[in-house]
């Protein structure tokens, strides 16, 4: 049991010096596409995002460094009617939100 112990310790230590998860790196560029984010319930918009694929495609994230013009205050809650629309995640090692469905619309 002692020596199952000492190498777990090990690994473990090993992965923490070649970092997280070997995660590749965000491309630098950000996607030439601009969407409108506005809220389902009263319209209010959100956010101008821009986004990487497709425009028939549905918003399920919102990665933080692609916010290019931000209306929220806190990206979670919509600053009109106070509508909870995504809850915060870590997505790829990266800060993301993650869109609950039906409560926002894009353009």
Known sequence: ALMLRARVALL???????????????????????VDIKCTGCKAPLFRYAKGNGAGSKLVKIYDERIV?????????????????AREALVHGRLAYKVINGKVSMK
Not at 73 to 78: G, L
């Open 69 to 85: 013009k931000d209306y929220t205050e806190d990206q979670q809650h919509c600053p009109q009617c106070g509508e909870q629309f």
């Open 12 to 34: 473990l230590a090993a992965s923490l010096r070649s970092g997280a998860r070997g995660l590749a790196a965000p491309r630098k560029k950000l996607p030439t596409r601009r």
